[in-house]
Antibody, heavy 118, light 110 residues
Framework: QVQLQESGPGLVKPSETLSLTCTVS????????WTWIRQPPGEGLEWIGC???????YYNPSLKSRVTISVATSQNQFSLKLTSVTAADTAVFYC????????????WGQGTLVTVSS | SYVLTQPPSESVAPGQTARITCGGN??????VHWYQQKPGQAPVLVVY???DRPSGIPERFSGSNSGNTATLTISRVEAGDEADYYC?????????????FGGGTKLTVL
């Protein structure tokens, strides 16, 4: 059974870079597409982007200029960097898996709340 | 960018049938996936590719998709079905293909 676990700071200052890591267990990261999704408090889901096993990335056009997703295959981890954050970036961030980038999201992490505040 | 429109809320009595819609331009030509999210929990996939169910999802959950509307149907609704439901597609029509979620529908079991 694949499990995903997000980790990273729960508090980030405005204008700084938000960095999160997702550790995958119970399966290899060297296949599938690995995805980040966020959900502001009390709001809906927003897809941030994904990275395929071969390193190809797809990003939400509304966030593309600020987002980088990368994968560390040897550590079975993938990461998210979101630059120049503001209070509007406060959200629960989920890491997740898709079979390939265009397929449904079948495994989710539990989510981690990141607050942007000085 | 492609937009998916869901009603903010629906309510249904236990034992009745709930229908949650997801509107989008020619959405019938896309595969639609549906997620259930209960408070404080991560979403769970309940229907994929319009009408297929993942292992472990009750047969009470079904889906359809045609024209400009996709529908998630929950038969014989139970109290435990109370949750937020999100539809999702892959938008391949733009220069930057990406996942699109609907705004979500809060299902209340009366």
């Amino acid at each position: 059974q694949v499990q995903l676990q997000e980790s990273g700071p729960g508090l980030v200052k405005p204008s700084e870079t938000l960095s999160l890591t997702c550790t995958v267990s119970g399966g290899s990261i060297s296949s599938y597409s690995w995805t980040w999704i966020r959900q502001p408090p009390g709001e809906g889901l927003e897809w941030i982007g994904c990275i395929s096993y071969n390193g190809r990335t797809y990003y939400n056009p509304s966030l593309k200029s600020r987002v980088t997703i990368s994968v560390a295959t040897s550590q079975n981890q993938f990461s998210l960097k979101l630059t120049s954050v503001t209070a509007a970036d406060t959200a629960v961030f989920y890491c997740a898996r898709q079979d390939v980038y265009s397929r449904p999201i079948d495994y989710w992490g539990q989510g981690t709340l990141v607050t942007v505040s000085s | 960018s492609y937009v998916l429109t869901q009603p903010p809320s629906e309510s249904v009595a236990p034992g009745q049938t709930a229908r949650i819609t997801c509107g989008g331009n020619n959405i019938g030509s896309n595969g639609v996936h549906w997620y259930q999210q209960k408070p404080g929990q991560a979403p769970v996939l309940v229907v994929y590719d319009d009408s297929d169910r993942p292992s472990g999802i009750p047969e009470r959950f079904s889906g359809s998709n045609s024209g400009n509307t996709a529908t998630l149907t929950i038969s014989r609704v139970e109290a435990g079905d109370e949750a937020d439901y999100y539809c999702q597609v892959w938008d391949s029509s733009s220069d930057h293909p990406h996942v699109v979620f609907g705004g979500g529908t809060k299902l209340t079991v009366l």
